[in-house]
């Protein structure tokens, strides 16, 4: 699968709970009058401004080893070779919800509404990795509906800058999927333009490629361990290290 995706689903602000989780405030939590406001302002302004589009191109575990490998900073070990090795189908993906909504964000915080642009920075955030995972299931539909795929497979994405695939990569994979296609561009830091913007592999196959346990290294230094959701989100995957030592421990 190859080509530049609509990502219409995502235009949709998500839902006043999920807003204010952005913001670190638990689920039922009872919230001012002033921040509920702020809620209903920010979701409208994401779906005034927000334009999300997406981009895959379809490659190779051998050629993915090789854009993987960038400029030789990733960590010594980590899970993403791997997993990409045993995967059946990979995709080079990007989206972004353009500039629009990014520069809004900037602007409220440069004047006098930083509450504002904070609200609507974690909407965007959420937004972006949303089109990741949207981007993933339109991956696998596609090799549904071109019966290359089965029950058993699933997708996950994979970006640089996490599990140990140095943020370095995205040179070599900018250049093997050009998101400039899509209105994305590559700083000499490797940060994307417009900020709200994801790129990385989409990679297909047996659930239980994807299991792994957080004894890398640079598990030591991540704050969320968001993978553990990711991989939990799989269906039919025995609990991994990690998980039946934090059951044992509970």
Request: proline share 7%; net charge negative.
């Amino acid at each position: 699968m190859t080509g530049i995706i609509p990502l219409e689903a995502i235009e949709v602000a998500p839902n006043r709970e999920i807003v204010l989780l952005t913001q670190g405030v638990p689920e039922g939590h009872p919230v001012p009058e002033r921040v509920d406001g702020l809620v209903e302002e920010a979701r409208e302004l994401f779906e005034t401004l927000a334009r999300p589009v997406g981009l895959i191109a379809g490659i190779s575990p051998s050629d993915f080893l090789e854009v993987y490998e960038g400029d030789g900073r990733n960590a010594g070990n980590s899970p993403l070779p791997g997993i990409a090795a045993r995967g059946t189908f990979l995709a080079l993906f990007a989206a972004t919800l353009g500039e629009p909504v990014c520069r809004k964000i900037k602007n409220l915080f440069e004047g006098s509404d930083a509450a504002l642009g904070c609200m609507l920075d974690g909407i965007a955030s959420e937004r972006a990795n949303s089109a990741a995972n949207l981007l993933g299931r339109t991956f696998l539909e596609s090799l549904h509906l071109d019966r290359e795929a089965d029950p058993r497979t699933s997708v996950l994405p994979y970006s640089p800058g996490y599990c140990g695939w140095h943020v370095s990569g995205q040179q070599k994979l900018f250049a093997c999927l050009d998101p400039g296609q899509i209105g994305i561009e590559l700083n000499a830091s490797c940060l994307m333009s417009p900020i709200k913007s994801v790129s990385g592999v989409l990679v297909a196959g047996p659930a239980e490629i994807h299991a792994f346990d957080n004894d890398f290294d640079f598990c030591l230094d991540c704050d969320t361990w968001e993978c553990r959701e990711r991989i939990a989100s799989l269906a039919h995957l025995p609990p991994t290290k990690t998980e039946r030592s934090s059951e044992w421990q509970s």
